[in-house]
Nanobody, 118 residues
Framework: VQLQASGGGLVQAGGSLRLSCAASGRTFSSLGMGWFRQAPGKERELVAAIDWSGSRKYYADSVKGRFTISKDNAKKSVLLQMNSLNIEDTAVYSC????????????WGLGTLVTVSS
């Protein structure tokens, strides 16, 4: 499975961005997907996850109510809609895909940088 994240950029605090992760190489509908982020000097954290069917979703407390994850099997992509961004959301965001267990991942893509300015 190959993953490619896109959509990062510079945004002012309070603004929105939509990240997209395109997958190829395997039946996308069978994959669980997740979005991780890593800020400078901090550990990588899982911010949002969706299971293969789209029926289960997870959000980190820090993004709950502001971020929305969705999965489009027809387009073989997973989206992360990020609203009400704040400076603490600045990080490199990357997507991951898992074959078997929810929130456990086997494939990783390169990240896309999100910078939130005050």
């Amino acid at each position: 499975v190959q993953l490619q994240a896109s959509g990062g950029g510079l945004v002012q605090a309070g603004g929105s961005l939509r990240l997209s992760c395109a997958a190829s190489g395997r039946t996308f509908s069978s994959l669980g997907m997740g979005w991780f982020r890593q800020a400078p000097g901090k550990e990588r954290e899982l911010v949002a996850a969706i299971d293969w069917s789209g029926s289960r979703k997870y959000y980190a407390d820090s993004v709950k109510g502001r971020f929305t994850i969705s999965k489009d099997n027809a387009k073989k992509s997973v989206l992360l809609q990020m609203n009400s961004l704040n400076i603490e959301d600045t990080a490199v965001y990357s997507c991951a895909a898992g074959l078997f267990k929810y929130k456990e991942y086997d494939y990783w893509g390169l990240g896309t940088l999100v910078t939130v300015s005050s």
